[in-house]
């Protein structure tokens, strides 16, 4: 699997099962989002979106840390976030059962001239 953040940038990669700790806040007043991509071979990728929410904890703030957790720290630590405590993805059926095919990408370069000439434009 593979975990990346808002920015696309890969946090953490390995193999299930695992557990990885993540921050839940990006910035002052901003959580964060990761995407999860479970991948495994013959099967097709599947991918989960861990969003952060606001901690019932943070309105603890009140009683507890007063204006000053509130509004300065929990926003800057991102303590006023969490993250679901469990992921999994559904692999669902091998791709050879289901009869399709993984895309495939290559580069014209790599093409013949024969399978050049084939080619049609798609707009």
Request: hydrophobic residues 35%.
């Amino acid at each position: 699997f593979e975990i990346t953040d808002k920015n696309g940038t890969v946090v953490h990669s390995g193999n299930t099962p695992s557990t990885v700790t993540l921050k839940s806040g990006k910035g002052y007043f901003s959580g964060q989002t990761y995407t999860l991509r479970f991948k495994k071979e013959g099967y097709p990728d599947k991918t989960v979106e861990l969003d952060s929410s606001l901690s019932g904890w943070y309105w603890g703030n009140i009683l507890l840390g007063g204006v000053i957790g509130m509004l300065i720290v929990d926003p800057l630590t991102g303590a006023m976030y969490k993250l679901p405590e469990f992921a999994s993805a559904d692999m669902g059926k091998p791709l050879a059962e289901t009869g399709e095919q993984p895309l495939k990408v290559g580069v014209i370069d790599d093409l013949t001239a024969a399978q050049r000439e084939r080619l049609v434009p798609v707009n």
